[in-house]
């Protein structure tokens, strides 16, 4: 039988393939061995500025909230939100710190923007709370809905109130339904508020709105 004197053996196929992976990394190991360098630099560098920089930092910025939320706690929103010269307000806290201090801090500054009457500011606020709290988040969108509605932007607090009905689906979406059927009522939409109000009588009976709805049932019916 004819030998093909072009078929290498094994051996031979190995031994090239070893010599030409042994050139390039001869010809590219500087390469090589810097760009791995630098891909080790960069993840220490991550690390060490997590660990040293970052989480000081947290740990910093939720240390400052404290005394902020103790205020807030106890109704004093101008303290809370500006400060009492010595501990920060959270206008100060989200000015130096941001989300580090975590996403509550915008919620905060919301509500006390809204109990004193500075709507714009109020909903600027809430507006940049993220969290993942379905309760807060859902708390957010009424609290915009109740600055719109007190600067006479009832459209907008009308969305705002359905979205945070849709958001919470629980026996606090009752509160947010009884605000949107009130708006749409104040924007002479009666069809549209007993939609709301009857939505509360059947799915949110048990919830504190849910005992008082039929009155404002009532009060539409009768006025037809």
Do not use: W
């Not at 080790?40 to 910025?61: G, K, S």
């Not at 629980?170 to 007993?194: S, V």
Request: aromatic share 12%; with cysteine; hydrophobic share 40%.
């Amino acid at each position: 039988m004819a030998t093909n004197k072009n078929i290498q053996e094994p051996e031979v196929n190995v031994g090239e393939a070893l010599s030409k992976t042994e050139k390039f990394f001869d010809t590219y190991k500087n390469h090589i061995i810097y760009g791995t360098a630098a891909v080790v630099a960069v993840v220490v560098a991550v690390m060490l500025f997590h660990n040293f920089v970052t989480l000081p930092a947290q740990q910093e910025a939720m240390a400052q909230t404290f005394t902020a939320e103790q205020y807030f706690r106890n109704g004093d929103f101008e303290k809370a939100l500006n400060g009492d010269g010595n501990a920060l307000g959270f206008n100060q806290i989200i000015s130096d710190y941001g989300t580090k201090a975590g996403e509550a801090v915008y919620f905060y500054a919301g509500i006390c923007n809204l109990q004193m009457g500075n709507y714009e500011e109020a909903i600027s606020n809430l507006k940049k709370y993220n969290g993942k709290d379905e309760i807060i988040a859902a708390r957010a969108l009424a609290c915009i809905g109740d600055a719109q509605a007190a600067m006479n932007n009832f459209e907008a607090a009308l969305a705002s109130y359905k979205s945070a009905a849709a958001a919470a689906d629980n026996l606090l979406a009752a509160n947010y339904l009884l605000k949107a059927g009130i708006i749409c009522e104040e924007m002479g939409k009666p069809a549209e508020a007993l939609k709301f109000y009857e939505e509360i009588k059947t799915k949110y009976a048990q919830s504190p709105e849910g005992y008082d709805i039929n009155k404002y049932i009532s009060r539409i019916q009768n006025a037809q």
